[in-house]
């Protein structure tokens, strides 16, 4: 018998890797978080599956559907929303398998963030712009972070963004971002990727509050922020395709090799 944690992607069911699609097909128990993981998800499961939608349960209860199915023998699919890596809260399922010896295997999903930007067509790492993606979240009645995890601290990097459970509270992200990124630094948040009422909106740091507010925006949204996000056009090609940097891959006479550049 095993667990098998499954990143069902932001939303469209479309997104879902061939083998979250195989597990789910195969498993007679499936518990979903149905508040981020829509029904159509799951709606390849084999007839006559146990299929719980987990977002009114406990971790207790959650937990004893497993422990009820591995009494059976059977296998459970765990689907959770994105890539199951990234606030998933699987870390404390997790503990509880392993203290009771059950096995479990992680699927990776698709995490909202690499959906988002592909709706929004564009690359969130630019060169000589932006080269990194700091993924984080604010603390509001969720868990404390740790300390030194501030969103002051990674403006200092002036990184590409992705806050994720921050859209309520929008002032305190501009307080602290803009006297690193600027007031004009483009922001988009987005509502629902992946389902079929998703919603992008863009702004800046000093006008993206009043327009998330217009919308009525209080949950399951993304915030992206950093200059990538602009309408950048003078930027330097990658080196990975400059035929004046030549690498084992594309040799030109003479010419010292390196290795290819990993992009």
């Given amino acids: 018998m095993t667990v098998y944690f ?14 979250a699609e195989r597990v789910i ?24 599956a146990r299929v719980l939608d987990t977002a009114p349960m406990t971790l207790d209860e959650t937990h004893a559907e497993i422990v009820a199915a591995h009494a059976k023998g059977q296998d459970v699919a765990r689907v959770h929303s994105g890539d199951p890596s990234l606030y998933g809260a699987i870390a ?3 503990r509880r398998l392993q203290a009771e010896d059950i ?5 990776p999903g698709v995490p909202a963030y ?35 995890e501030t969103l002051e601290n990674f403006a200092r990097t002036g990184a590409t963004l992705a806050i994720h459970l921050g ?25 629902r990727v ?35 996000l602009g309408t950048v056009r003078d930027f ?12 084992v891959l594309r040799p030109v006479e003479g010419a010292v090799l390196e290795e290819p550049i990993d992009e």
């Avoid at 097909?25 to 006559?48: I, T």
């Avoid at 096995?103 to 699927?107: D, N, T």
């Avoid at 702004?203 to 993206?208: A, E, N, Y």
Wanted: with cysteine; net charge negative; charged share 25%.
């Fill in 103 to 107: 096995r479990y295997e992680i699927i």
């Fill in 25 to 48: 097909g195969e498993c007679p128990v499936c518990l979903y978080a149905g508040s981020l993981v829509p029904p159509e998800v799951v709606a390849c499961a084999p007839e006559g």
């Fill in 194 to 228: 992946g389902w079929p009422d998703e919603m992008f909106i863009k702004g800046t740091l000093s006008d993206i509050r009043k327009k998330v507010r217009a919308e009525k925006i209080t949950r399951t949204a993304l915030i992206l922020v950093g200059p990538a």
């Fill in 236 to 247: 330097k090609d990658s080196a990975l395709y400059d035929p004046k940097m030549p690498h």
């Fill in 6 to 19: 499954i990143g069902a992607g932001p939303g469209d069911p479309e997104l879902l890797t061939k083998k």
């Fill in 114 to 148: 690499a959906a988002m930007a592909a709706a929004l067509g564009q690359e969130l790492t630019i060169p000589e712009v932006a080269q990194s993606i700091v993924l984080t979240r604010v603390s509001m009645k969720s868990t404390s972070m740790p300390e030194g």
């Fill in 92 to 94: 404390e399922q997790i």
């Fill in 167 to 191: 859209i309520r509270n929008l002032r305190e992200i501009e307080r602290q971002l803009v006297p690193y990124y600027g007031a004009e630094c483009p922001v988009v948040v987005g509502y």
